[in-house]
């Protein structure tokens, strides 16, 4: 069956904007979790959802938003984009909560100028 | 903030060779999972050990799992120029699908 599913793969944003990203989960999978990734801070957890419900947060701050559908599909939203968010976002999805492998999508490349 | 630190931070072997890798991290466990990045991409799932496990094993992959230590080994026998990635480890609390991640080992393997 496929596997977790990122769009866009790149995109370029200005100071400012704002962007969505948009992750498919494994069919069947029910939880859906966001990572940042940067030469910096490395892999960074950023939420989890799971039944439309945000389970987890890491500690970015309130710029970072994300939702999941009933689907199981779910969006990040960053507003106000900032240089220093030029990272790789990776979407990640497990059947259910805790336990359980987690497989990663191939990620979304976002640059901020 | 990242769990723990792995060990070595780069390391650069002949094809044919094993390849070992190190992670430590701070805080008990219920899951420890490897994965592969090659360069610019996603992160592929390699092995996942529970924490009543103290060893693994997938093909050339053999993973083992000291919690008294807090630490796990990622061993890859008979390297291919084709494992040349990242490798990084990743633990849960088990409550949820919160990984933490080490800092990555830069694994490089020539022909």
């Known amino acids: 069956k496929a596997g977790v599913t990122q769009t866009p793969r790149y995109l370029i944003k200005t100071r400012g904007q704002q962007v969505t990203l948009s992750c498919s989960p494994i069919s069947g999978h029910r939880s859906v979790s966001w990572y940042q990734q940067t030469p910096g801070q490395g892999l960074q957890f950023l939420f989890e959802y799971f039944s439309e419900t945000q389970r987890n947060k890491g500690n970015f701050p309130g710029r970072f938003s994300g939702r999941q559908f009933s689907n199981s599909r779910s969006e990040m939203n960053v507003s106000t984009l900032e240089l220093g968010d030029s990272a790789l976002y990776l979407c990640?999805?497990?059947?259910?909560?805790?336990?359980?492998?987690?497989?990663f999508g191939e990620g979304s490349w976002l640059t901020v100028v | 903030s990242q769990q723990g630190e792995e060990d070595p931070q780069a390391l650069s072997i002949q094809e044919g060779e094993n390849a070992t890798m190190n992670c430590s991290y701070k805080t008990s466990i219920n899951n420890l999972q490897w994965y592969r990045q090659n360069s610019g991409r996603g992160l592929v799932h390699l092995i996942l050990?529970?924490?009543?496990?103290r060893e693994k094993h997938s093909g050339r992959l053999r993973v083992t799992l000291d919690t008294s230590k807090k630490s796990s080994s990622l061993l890859i026998t008979a390297s291919r120029a084709a494992d040349t990635a990242s490798y990084f480890c990743a633990t849960d609390a088990g409550t949820a699908s919160k990984l933490t991640f080490g800092t990555g080992t830069r694994l490089q393997v020539t022909l």
């Open positions: 990640a999805s497990s059947p259910t909560v805790g336990g359980n492998t987690i497989y």
């Open positions: 050990i529970r924490s009543n496990e």
